[in-house]
């Protein structure tokens, strides 16, 4: 990857008239504004169907799509909804916030409706789809079918024991049974899809490419774990054993509890791995380069006893390092990777991020801390690296300045010479656009100077995954100065 810059900007945080973001005119507008304002990367966090908490790193599934990204707008123009069908639900009282709990009421009645309408119409294209995709959605969509038909408890809870224990003569009878749902589940991945292949082709013909999460674990109430229990650590009734997280951080002083189901790395070992190149075979199809959450935990994971309350009492085991980080870049060699190697640093992880030649990540917002934390201050860069001003769990840039301790400020106040008359957020970006970093990636609310409001996720609480971009913010001024910053620190392409 060239010299560039991106934006980090969440999908769900695209203004649009039906409660969230999604794949219509404000995903295509924010195309043109990246362009005009000389960021030649979009980065995304995780694109599948959430589960209870709204978090896209708690997922139905490591290879559908979110249902509420297809945008409804889009289907009255393809004749499969009314315009008085798609205006007449609530969407939310407030723009500036995602409203779940109305999205889940309405959004699958309407879809309901879109399906009804095209699955005859488009059965040639469906079934070419279900066909590309055998490998993942005939399992996906009867999952989600009898999550529904029993109440939505996770499958661990499900009162047959056949459907329970992805038993083949029971699924047959289920698949039959429940055949107006499953078709339900496949038509609404065919349409999300469709959808994100437009926008796709429409990014890359404006030379953006597409930077996308992919998390280190899976949801335990996943269509993964239920289809392929061999591949991860659990008892005879499905339940893990111990489960993930990380010990007290920066961010939690009793860790962070995340409860996914730990691999089990020796089955994996002697299948070549198959499951995680599935798995990153999926996320290909969606991205040109994919940012491995929680890289760190192929050194070493931390494993947290099942039924603890808090993360404190885990402990370390060793990952498969190389061994699969090697097999994973050495098999795609067309995807670009970034490793998420934040959080406790060990020789062992250092070491890892070394043999495998990916770019870590640096964050601005933890380089001023103390004055020996300067591994991530940007004299201390090479270009092999992602500069980040904050994540998406990171304040940000105002609030982080408005809130960080007096010492803290002061040091990245001397460091990037801030000022009133620049504005210290603008100096902060100034310092990442500057930086050795071959790519630098910035949030979108720093550029418009949001505060607390603007956050995405506060590590360890409820109630996240919510801010949205208000209709108008973004504007020819704001690309022109961001894409003037751009050209001064040689990020902008001659022909971009």
Known sequence: MERCSGILMPVFSLPSPYGIGGFGKAAYAFADFLRDAGQR?????????????????????TYAGNPYFIDLGRLVDDGLLTREEVEAPFWGGDPGRVDYGALYENRF???????????ERDRAAVDAFAAENAGWLPDYALFMALKRRFDMLPWTAWPDEGARRHRPEALDQWREALRGDVELFTYIQFLFFRQWAELKRYLGAKGIRVVGDLPIYVAPDSADVWAEPQWFQLDADGRPTAVAGVPPDYFSADGQL???????????????????????????????????????GFASYWAVP??????????????????????????????????????????????????????????????????????????????????????????????????????????????FGLNAAEGADRGMLRGGMGSPARLFISQMQDWLGLGPEGRVNTPGTMGNWTWRLRPGALDAALAAEMRAMTARYGRLDSDF
């Open 41 to 61: 990367c979009w980065q995304m966090l995780p694109l599948g169907p959430t589960s209870y908490g709204d978090s896209p790193y708690q997922s139905f599934s």
């Open 109 to 119: 009645p309407l879809l309901a409706k879109a399906k009804a309408r095209g699955w």
């Open 258 to 296: 995340w409860g996914n189901p730990l691999y089990d790395y020796d089955a994996m070992a002697a299948d070549g791995y198959g499951w995680w190149i599935r798995r990153v075979a999926g996320a290909g199809r969606l991205f040109d380069c994919v940012r491995i959450d929680h890289f760190r």
């Open 306 to 415: 099942f039924g603890a309350k808090t993360a404190r009492n885990g402990r370390w085991v060793p990952g498969p390092g190389m061994d699969l980080v090697g097999r994973l870049t050495g098999w795609f060699r067309d995807i670009d990777f970034i490793a998420e190697d934040l959080g406790v640093q060990t020789p062992e992880v250092a070491e890892l991020l070394q043999r495998s030649g990916l770019p870590g990540m640096k964050v601005l917002e933890f380089a001023f801390d103390t004055e020996e934390a300067d591994d991530y201050r940007p004299h201390r860069f090479g270009p092999n690296c992602v500069c980040y001003t904050g994540t998406h769990d990171n304040a940000t840039l105002s609030d982080w300045l408005a809130s960080a301790p007096a010492e803290t400020l002061a040091r990245a106040t001397a460091y």
